[in-house]
Protein backbone atom coordinates (compact mmCIF):
# COMPACT_ATOMS: atom_id res chain seq x y z
CA UNK A 1 0.00 0.00 0.00
CA UNK A 2 1.11 3.80 -0.54
CA UNK A 3 2.25 5.26 2.14
CA UNK A 4 0.54 8.39 3.57
CA UNK A 5 1.46 11.91 4.97
CA UNK A 6 -1.30 14.48 5.50
CA UNK A 7 1.31 17.37 3.73
CA UNK A 8 4.60 16.91 1.30
CA UNK A 9 6.37 20.11 0.88
CA UNK A 10 8.33 19.29 -2.51
CA UNK A 11 12.17 20.62 -2.33
CA UNK A 12 13.98 21.96 0.35
CA UNK A 13 15.65 25.70 -0.65
CA UNK A 14 15.55 28.40 1.61
CA UNK A 15 11.25 28.72 0.51
CA UNK A 16 10.54 25.36 0.98
CA UNK A 17 12.81 24.53 4.25
CA UNK A 18 10.82 27.89 5.59
CA UNK A 19 7.40 26.35 4.50
CA UNK A 20 7.88 23.30 6.59
CA UNK A 21 8.78 25.44 9.14
CA UNK A 22 5.56 27.23 9.12
CA UNK A 23 3.95 24.19 8.63
CA UNK A 24 5.15 22.30 11.65
CA UNK A 25 4.90 25.08 14.27
CA UNK A 26 1.16 25.09 13.48
CA UNK A 27 0.54 21.59 14.05
CA UNK A 28 0.59 20.62 10.59
CA UNK A 29 2.18 16.59 10.05
CA UNK A 30 4.45 16.80 7.66
CA UNK A 31 7.66 15.88 5.44
CA UNK A 32 9.70 17.66 3.16
CA UNK A 33 11.39 16.23 0.42
CA UNK A 34 14.86 17.27 -0.87
CA UNK A 35 16.55 15.36 -3.57
CA UNK A 36 19.88 16.36 -2.36
CA UNK A 37 21.03 14.03 0.22
CA UNK A 38 23.62 17.18 1.94
CA UNK A 39 23.79 21.10 1.62
CA UNK A 40 26.31 21.31 -1.24
CA UNK A 41 29.43 23.18 0.31
CA UNK A 42 29.08 26.47 -0.56
CA UNK A 43 31.97 27.92 -2.81
CA UNK A 44 30.27 30.55 -4.94
CA UNK A 45 29.58 33.51 -3.08
CA UNK A 46 31.69 35.32 -0.75
CA UNK A 47 29.59 35.93 2.42
CA UNK A 48 25.91 35.03 1.24
CA UNK A 49 23.23 37.04 -0.70
CA UNK A 50 22.88 40.80 0.41
CA UNK A 51 19.23 41.38 2.38
CA UNK A 52 17.98 44.51 1.43
CA UNK A 53 14.47 45.31 2.69
CA UNK A 54 14.19 48.86 0.49
CA UNK A 55 11.76 46.83 -2.17
CA UNK A 56 9.61 49.42 -4.02
CA UNK A 57 6.53 47.24 -3.94
CA UNK A 58 4.83 47.62 -0.39
CA UNK A 59 3.77 43.90 -0.80
CA UNK A 60 8.04 42.81 -1.01
CA UNK A 61 8.63 45.74 1.82
CA UNK A 62 5.81 43.87 4.49
CA UNK A 63 7.47 40.53 3.38
CA UNK A 64 10.90 41.90 3.99
CA UNK A 65 9.77 43.58 7.52
CA UNK A 66 8.18 40.19 8.45
CA UNK A 67 11.17 38.55 7.39
CA UNK A 68 13.70 40.53 9.97
CA UNK A 69 11.29 39.08 12.73
CA UNK A 70 10.95 35.63 11.88
CA UNK A 71 14.37 35.18 11.10
CA UNK A 72 15.33 36.51 14.56
CA UNK A 73 12.89 33.87 15.98
CA UNK A 74 14.67 31.06 14.10
CA UNK A 75 18.02 32.05 15.06
CA UNK A 76 16.79 32.15 18.82
CA UNK A 77 15.09 29.20 17.93
CA UNK A 78 18.32 27.00 16.44
CA UNK A 79 21.32 29.25 17.83
CA UNK A 80 22.53 29.70 14.49
CA UNK A 81 23.52 33.05 13.04
CA UNK A 82 21.44 33.70 9.70
CA UNK A 83 21.06 37.58 9.13
CA UNK A 84 24.25 39.69 9.58
CA UNK A 85 22.87 42.96 10.11
CA UNK A 86 25.60 45.10 9.03
CA UNK A 87 23.09 47.17 7.10
CA UNK A 88 22.38 47.97 3.82
CA UNK A 89 22.49 50.29 1.03
CA UNK A 90 20.42 52.10 -1.76
CA UNK A 91 22.06 54.54 -3.42
CA UNK A 92 22.00 56.27 -7.04
CA UNK A 93 19.19 59.16 -8.22
CA UNK A 94 17.23 60.31 -6.15
CA UNK A 95 14.16 60.14 -8.27
CA UNK A 96 14.40 55.80 -7.58
CA UNK A 97 15.95 56.26 -4.31
CA UNK A 98 14.32 58.86 -2.40
CA UNK A 99 10.78 57.05 -2.43
CA UNK A 100 12.08 54.01 -0.70
CA UNK A 101 12.70 55.85 2.46
CA UNK A 102 8.88 57.42 2.82
CA UNK A 103 7.86 53.12 2.17
CA UNK A 104 10.59 51.62 4.66
CA UNK A 105 8.71 54.21 7.14
CA UNK A 106 5.29 52.62 6.44
CA UNK A 107 6.71 49.37 7.02
CA UNK A 108 8.56 50.32 10.72
CA UNK A 109 11.63 49.90 8.62
CA UNK A 110 14.32 52.18 9.84
CA UNK A 111 16.16 54.33 6.71
CA UNK A 112 18.89 56.89 7.62
CA UNK A 113 19.77 59.25 4.57
CA UNK A 114 23.81 59.43 4.49
CA UNK A 115 25.50 62.05 2.71
CA UNK A 116 28.23 61.30 0.03
CA UNK A 117 31.37 62.08 1.88
CA UNK A 118 29.21 60.13 5.05
CA UNK A 119 29.59 56.93 3.29
CA UNK A 120 32.68 57.00 1.60
CA UNK A 121 34.52 58.04 5.09
CA UNK A 122 32.55 54.78 6.50
CA UNK A 123 33.34 52.04 3.84
CA UNK A 124 36.33 53.80 2.37
CA UNK A 125 37.47 51.83 -1.06
CA UNK A 126 33.61 52.05 -2.35
CA UNK A 127 32.42 55.78 -4.12
CA UNK A 128 28.39 56.53 -3.62
CA UNK A 129 26.41 58.40 -5.55
CA UNK A 130 23.08 61.05 -5.40
CA UNK A 131 20.84 60.09 -3.05
CA UNK A 132 22.41 57.36 -0.09
CA UNK A 133 19.93 55.63 1.81
CA UNK A 134 20.97 53.34 4.80
CA UNK A 135 18.56 50.58 5.82
CA UNK A 136 19.62 49.32 9.58
CA UNK A 137 17.85 46.11 9.16
CA UNK A 138 19.34 44.89 5.86
CA UNK A 139 22.60 42.84 5.79
CA UNK A 140 23.69 39.91 4.57
CA UNK A 141 22.23 36.25 4.81
CA UNK A 142 24.38 33.18 5.07
CA UNK A 143 21.98 31.07 2.21
CA UNK A 144 23.10 27.62 3.73
CA UNK A 145 23.18 28.98 7.33
CA UNK A 146 19.61 30.13 6.72
CA UNK A 147 18.48 26.38 5.19
CA UNK A 148 20.09 24.06 7.66
CA UNK A 149 18.35 26.29 10.41
CA UNK A 150 15.20 26.53 9.22
CA UNK A 151 14.94 22.43 8.65
CA UNK A 152 16.13 22.28 12.21
CA UNK A 153 13.99 24.47 13.13
CA UNK A 154 11.30 22.57 11.39
CA UNK A 155 12.47 19.41 12.83
CA UNK A 156 12.05 20.32 16.31
CA UNK A 157 8.64 21.46 15.51
CA UNK A 158 7.45 17.68 14.25
CA UNK A 159 8.48 17.73 10.77
CA UNK A 160 10.25 14.58 9.02
CA UNK A 161 13.03 15.58 6.63
CA UNK A 162 13.77 13.18 3.99
CA UNK A 163 17.34 14.39 1.94
CA UNK A 164 18.03 12.07 -0.53
CA UNK A 165 14.70 10.93 -2.85
CA UNK A 166 13.91 12.69 -6.23
CA UNK A 167 10.37 13.30 -7.36
CA UNK A 168 9.85 12.30 -10.55
CA UNK A 169 6.36 12.32 -11.16
CA UNK A 170 3.42 14.24 -9.28
CA UNK A 171 -0.21 12.76 -10.67
CA UNK A 172 -3.09 14.89 -8.95
CA UNK A 173 -5.77 11.99 -8.04
CA UNK A 174 -8.33 13.61 -6.58
CA UNK A 175 -9.04 17.41 -4.38
CA UNK A 176 -7.47 15.81 -1.24
CA UNK A 177 -5.22 13.39 -2.38
CA UNK A 178 -1.56 13.58 -4.82
CA UNK A 179 0.80 10.66 -5.80
CA UNK A 180 4.51 11.09 -5.99
CA UNK A 181 6.56 9.10 -7.40
CA UNK A 182 10.47 8.87 -5.98
CA UNK A 183 13.77 7.64 -6.52
CA UNK A 184 16.73 7.54 -3.74
CA UNK A 185 19.32 9.98 -4.74
CA UNK A 186 21.82 8.41 -1.89
CA UNK A 187 23.37 5.93 -2.85
CA UNK A 188 25.15 4.92 0.50
CA UNK A 189 21.21 4.60 2.10
CA UNK A 190 20.19 2.31 -1.07
CA UNK A 191 23.47 -0.15 -0.61
CA UNK A 192 22.28 -0.42 2.81
CA UNK A 193 18.88 -1.61 1.69
CA UNK A 194 16.67 1.65 1.64
CA UNK A 195 14.02 1.27 -1.61
CA UNK A 196 15.22 3.10 -4.61
CA UNK A 197 11.96 4.21 -5.38
CA UNK A 198 8.80 4.30 -4.08
CA UNK A 199 5.31 5.47 -4.20
CA UNK A 200 3.78 8.31 -1.37
CA UNK A 201 0.51 9.87 -1.39
CA UNK A 202 -0.47 13.13 0.67
CA UNK A 203 -3.57 15.83 1.25
CA UNK A 204 -1.61 18.99 0.33
CA UNK A 205 1.30 19.26 -1.80
CA UNK A 206 3.57 22.40 -1.29
CA UNK A 207 5.63 22.28 -4.42
CA UNK A 208 8.86 24.58 -4.36
CA UNK A 209 11.06 22.50 -6.52
CA UNK A 210 13.45 25.79 -7.87
CA UNK A 211 14.14 25.58 -11.47
CA UNK A 212 12.31 21.86 -11.54
CA UNK A 213 8.71 23.57 -10.85
CA UNK A 214 7.76 24.11 -14.34
CA UNK A 215 8.86 20.11 -15.62
CA UNK A 216 7.66 18.46 -12.81
CA UNK A 217 4.24 21.05 -12.97
CA UNK A 218 3.73 20.54 -16.62
CA UNK A 219 0.65 19.25 -17.44
CA UNK A 220 -0.95 19.45 -14.31
CA UNK A 221 -1.56 23.08 -13.79
CA UNK A 222 -1.28 26.20 -15.87
CA UNK A 223 1.72 27.86 -14.80
CA UNK A 224 3.15 31.42 -16.21
CA UNK A 225 5.82 30.83 -17.66
CA UNK A 226 9.20 30.63 -15.37
CA UNK A 227 12.60 31.02 -16.66
CA UNK A 228 16.03 29.74 -15.44
CA UNK A 229 18.47 31.90 -15.98
CA UNK A 230 22.42 32.28 -14.90
CA UNK A 231 23.50 35.40 -13.31
CA UNK A 232 27.40 36.00 -13.00
CA UNK A 233 29.00 38.10 -10.31
CA UNK A 234 32.82 38.48 -10.51
CA UNK A 235 34.89 38.66 -7.00
CA UNK A 236 37.61 40.54 -6.44
CA UNK A 237 39.53 41.25 -3.17
CA UNK A 238 39.25 44.39 -0.69
CA UNK A 239 42.11 44.52 0.97
CA UNK A 240 41.53 45.71 4.71
CA UNK A 241 37.67 47.08 3.39
CA UNK A 242 34.37 46.34 4.27
CA UNK A 243 31.73 46.64 2.86
CA UNK A 244 27.97 46.53 3.49
CA UNK A 245 24.99 45.23 0.69
CA UNK A 246 25.36 47.64 -1.72
CA UNK A 247 22.18 48.28 -4.34
CA UNK A 248 23.47 50.92 -6.90
CA UNK A 249 20.24 51.96 -8.70
CA UNK A 250 20.98 53.07 -12.48
CA UNK A 251 20.03 56.26 -14.25
CA UNK A 252 19.42 56.00 -17.49
CA UNK A 253 19.67 59.39 -18.31
CA UNK A 254 23.57 59.44 -17.20
CA UNK A 255 25.42 59.03 -20.49
CA UNK A 256 28.38 57.73 -18.48
CA UNK A 257 26.98 54.88 -17.10
CA UNK A 258 25.92 53.53 -20.75
CA UNK A 259 27.81 50.56 -20.20
CA UNK A 260 25.59 49.23 -17.05
CA UNK A 261 23.32 46.34 -17.96
CA UNK A 262 20.99 47.19 -14.81
CA UNK A 263 21.40 48.18 -11.45
CA UNK A 264 25.03 46.97 -9.66
CA UNK A 265 24.71 44.79 -6.43
CA UNK A 266 27.87 44.83 -4.51
CA UNK A 267 28.07 42.80 -1.31
CA UNK A 268 30.94 42.54 1.13
CA UNK A 269 32.37 39.63 2.82
CA UNK A 270 35.71 38.90 4.42
CA UNK A 271 38.52 40.83 2.89
CA UNK A 272 36.45 40.31 -0.89
CA UNK A 273 33.57 41.86 -2.74
CA UNK A 274 31.52 40.14 -5.26
CA UNK A 275 29.84 42.53 -8.14
CA UNK A 276 27.40 41.86 -10.54
CA UNK A 277 24.11 43.48 -12.06
CA UNK A 278 20.95 42.34 -10.41
CA UNK A 279 17.95 40.66 -12.34
CA UNK A 280 20.13 40.51 -15.42
CA UNK A 281 20.88 36.98 -16.74
CA UNK A 282 21.55 34.32 -19.44
CA UNK A 283 18.82 32.13 -20.08
CA UNK A 284 19.18 28.37 -19.56
CA UNK A 285 17.16 25.42 -20.88
CA UNK A 286 19.57 23.39 -18.96
CA UNK A 287 17.42 20.44 -17.50
CA UNK A 288 20.02 19.68 -14.90
CA UNK A 289 19.66 22.78 -13.16
CA UNK A 290 17.33 21.55 -9.81
CA UNK A 291 18.27 24.15 -7.51
CA UNK A 292 18.42 27.93 -7.68
CA UNK A 293 21.53 28.24 -4.89
CA UNK A 294 24.14 26.13 -6.66
CA UNK A 295 26.94 28.56 -6.89
CA UNK A 296 30.32 27.82 -8.11
CA UNK A 297 33.79 29.62 -8.39
CA UNK A 298 35.19 28.96 -11.78
CA UNK A 299 38.15 31.16 -10.67
CA UNK A 300 38.99 32.86 -13.81
CA UNK A 301 37.12 35.81 -15.27
CA UNK A 302 36.69 33.98 -18.91
CA UNK A 303 33.65 32.29 -17.80
CA UNK A 304 32.00 35.62 -18.66
CA UNK A 305 31.51 37.09 -22.43
CA UNK A 306 34.63 39.79 -22.95
CA UNK A 307 31.85 42.66 -22.79
CA UNK A 308 30.34 41.28 -19.31
CA UNK A 309 33.60 41.17 -18.04
CA UNK A 310 34.69 44.28 -19.52
CA UNK A 311 31.23 46.03 -17.89
CA UNK A 312 31.29 44.79 -14.61
CA UNK A 313 35.89 45.54 -14.55
CA UNK A 314 35.25 49.33 -15.81
CA UNK A 315 32.50 49.37 -12.86
CA UNK A 316 34.81 48.20 -10.47
CA UNK A 317 37.66 50.52 -11.52
CA UNK A 318 34.72 53.60 -11.55
CA UNK A 319 32.80 52.74 -8.45
CA UNK A 320 35.12 50.01 -6.09
CA UNK A 321 38.51 51.97 -6.29
CA UNK A 322 39.69 49.98 -3.12
CA UNK A 323 39.38 46.98 -4.38
CA UNK A 324 41.92 44.77 -6.22
CA UNK A 325 41.00 44.00 -9.88
CA UNK A 326 44.52 41.80 -10.75
CA UNK A 327 42.75 38.28 -10.07
CA UNK A 328 38.53 38.66 -10.60
CA UNK A 329 37.35 35.10 -10.26
CA UNK A 330 34.13 34.18 -11.22
CA UNK A 331 30.61 33.01 -8.98
CA UNK A 332 27.26 32.00 -10.78
CA UNK A 333 23.97 31.21 -9.89
CA UNK A 334 20.93 30.19 -11.21
CA UNK A 335 17.62 32.04 -10.85
CA UNK A 336 14.04 31.23 -11.77
CA UNK A 337 11.69 34.49 -12.39
CA UNK A 338 8.63 34.58 -13.65
CA UNK A 339 8.40 37.68 -16.62
CA UNK A 340 6.82 40.43 -14.68
CA UNK A 341 9.39 39.44 -12.16
CA UNK A 342 6.74 38.65 -8.98
CA UNK A 343 6.79 35.73 -6.90
CA UNK A 344 4.36 32.87 -7.50
CA UNK A 345 2.97 32.02 -4.44
CA UNK A 346 -0.93 30.34 -4.84
CA UNK A 347 -2.70 27.66 -4.83
CA UNK A 348 -4.91 25.36 -6.99
CA UNK A 349 -6.61 22.62 -5.69
CA UNK A 350 -4.37 20.10 -3.46
CA UNK A 351 -1.26 21.58 -5.14
CA UNK A 352 0.38 25.11 -3.21
CA UNK A 353 3.26 26.58 -5.28
CA UNK A 354 5.78 28.61 -4.41
CA UNK A 355 8.38 29.50 -7.51
CA UNK A 356 9.91 32.93 -9.30
CA UNK A 357 12.04 34.28 -6.41
CA UNK A 358 14.49 35.09 -8.74
CA UNK A 359 16.88 37.69 -7.02
CA UNK A 360 15.58 38.47 -3.80
CA UNK A 361 13.80 34.88 -2.69
CA UNK A 362 16.13 33.97 -0.01
CA UNK A 363 16.21 36.91 2.16
CA UNK A 364 12.27 36.73 2.37
CA UNK A 365 11.84 33.07 2.80
CA UNK A 366 10.46 33.11 6.44
CA UNK A 367 7.78 35.40 5.07
CA UNK A 368 6.98 33.54 1.95
CA UNK A 369 6.88 30.08 4.09
CA UNK A 370 4.48 31.71 6.04
CA UNK A 371 1.96 32.63 3.08
CA UNK A 372 2.53 28.90 1.79
CA UNK A 373 1.22 27.47 5.33
CA UNK A 374 -1.59 29.86 5.09
CA UNK A 375 -2.26 28.24 1.50
CA UNK A 376 -2.61 24.57 2.83
CA UNK A 377 -4.69 26.04 5.58
CA UNK A 378 -7.41 27.86 2.95
CA UNK A 379 -5.74 31.25 3.62
CA UNK A 380 -5.11 32.84 0.54
CA UNK A 381 -1.92 34.71 -0.61
CA UNK A 382 -2.12 38.77 -2.03
CA UNK A 383 -3.41 38.70 -5.44
CA UNK A 384 -0.29 39.77 -6.79
CA UNK A 385 1.49 36.70 -6.31
CA UNK A 386 -1.42 35.00 -8.04
CA UNK A 387 -1.03 31.86 -10.97
CA UNK A 388 -3.54 33.64 -12.66
CA UNK A 389 -1.91 36.39 -15.37
CA UNK A 390 -5.04 38.60 -15.30
CA UNK A 391 -4.35 39.11 -11.16
CA UNK A 392 -0.60 40.10 -11.23
CA UNK A 393 0.84 43.45 -11.38
CA UNK A 394 3.25 44.01 -14.35
CA UNK A 395 6.39 45.23 -13.31
CA UNK A 396 5.85 44.68 -9.68
CA UNK A 397 8.34 42.27 -8.68
CA UNK A 398 10.79 42.12 -6.09
CA UNK A 399 14.14 42.33 -8.75
CA UNK A 400 12.78 41.97 -12.23
CA UNK A 401 10.16 45.46 -12.20
CA UNK A 402 13.51 47.32 -11.66
CA UNK A 403 15.17 46.10 -14.55
CA UNK A 404 12.46 46.64 -16.48
CA UNK A 405 11.92 49.53 -15.07
CA UNK A 406 15.53 50.96 -16.39
CA UNK A 407 14.66 49.31 -20.15
CA UNK A 408 17.16 46.98 -19.41
CA UNK A 409 16.28 43.50 -21.73
CA UNK A 410 17.30 40.34 -19.56
CA UNK A 411 18.73 37.96 -21.83
C1 LIG B 1 22.44 35.65 -8.84
C2 LIG B 1 21.45 35.49 -7.76
C3 LIG B 1 21.46 36.39 -6.76
C4 LIG B 1 20.56 36.25 -5.75
N1 LIG B 1 20.62 37.18 -4.82
C5 LIG B 1 19.76 37.11 -3.82
C6 LIG B 1 19.78 38.16 -2.87
O1 LIG B 1 20.53 39.10 -2.97
N2 LIG B 1 18.91 38.10 -1.88
C7 LIG B 1 18.01 37.07 -1.78
O2 LIG B 1 17.22 37.09 -0.85
N3 LIG B 1 17.95 36.06 -2.66
C8 LIG B 1 18.81 36.06 -3.69
N4 LIG B 1 18.75 35.09 -4.63
C9 LIG B 1 17.60 34.15 -4.66
C10 LIG B 1 17.69 32.89 -3.96
O3 LIG B 1 18.88 32.20 -4.21
C11 LIG B 1 16.48 31.99 -4.32
O4 LIG B 1 15.53 32.68 -5.04
C12 LIG B 1 15.83 31.52 -3.07
O5 LIG B 1 16.79 30.78 -2.38
C13 LIG B 1 14.56 30.68 -3.25
O6 LIG B 1 14.85 29.47 -3.75
P1 LIG B 1 13.83 28.26 -3.73
O7 LIG B 1 13.77 27.65 -2.39
O8 LIG B 1 12.56 28.66 -4.37
O9 LIG B 1 14.52 27.30 -4.77
P2 LIG B 1 15.88 26.51 -4.67
O10 LIG B 1 16.85 27.17 -3.78
O11 LIG B 1 16.30 26.25 -6.07
O12 LIG B 1 15.45 25.16 -4.00
C14 LIG B 1 14.83 24.13 -4.71
C15 LIG B 1 15.16 22.84 -4.00
O13 LIG B 1 14.47 21.78 -4.63
C16 LIG B 1 15.35 20.68 -4.74
N5 LIG B 1 14.89 19.87 -5.86
C17 LIG B 1 14.92 20.20 -7.18
N6 LIG B 1 14.41 19.21 -7.92
C18 LIG B 1 14.00 18.25 -7.05
C19 LIG B 1 13.33 17.00 -7.21
N7 LIG B 1 13.00 16.54 -8.42
N8 LIG B 1 13.05 16.27 -6.10
C20 LIG B 1 13.37 16.75 -4.86
N9 LIG B 1 14.00 17.92 -4.66
C21 LIG B 1 14.31 18.67 -5.74
C22 LIG B 1 16.71 21.30 -4.98
O14 LIG B 1 17.76 20.42 -4.65
C23 LIG B 1 16.64 22.51 -4.08
O15 LIG B 1 17.13 22.24 -2.78
C24 LIG B 1 19.62 35.18 -5.70
C25 LIG B 1 19.60 34.26 -6.72
C26 LIG B 1 20.52 34.44 -7.74
C27 LIG B 1 20.52 33.49 -8.85
Not at 53 to 56: E, N, V
Given at each position: MTDFVDTIVAGGGTAGSAAAWQLARRGHEVLLLEAEPALPARIGEPAGCPFE????DPAYRALAAESVALWRDVEVATGASILVRSGSVVHGPAVRVDPLAAGLARARLDGEFLTVPQAEARWPGLRFSGSVLFVHQGGVLRHEAAITALRSAAGADGARIAAGETITRIRILGDDRVRLELRATDAPAVAAGAAATRELDCRRLVVT???ATARLLRGLLALPRLTTSREDAIVVPMPGGSAPAVLHLA???????????GDATVLGGTGELALGWRGIGRSRADAQITSTRAGSR????????PRERAALLRYAREWLPGADLALPSVTSRVRTAVGDGGFLVDRIGPVVVGAGFGSAGAGLAPAVGRLLAGLVEGIGAP?????RPERRRA?????GGRAAALGVRQA
Open positions: PAHALGPDPTAPGNRYWRSGSPDALSDGFSLGAGAS
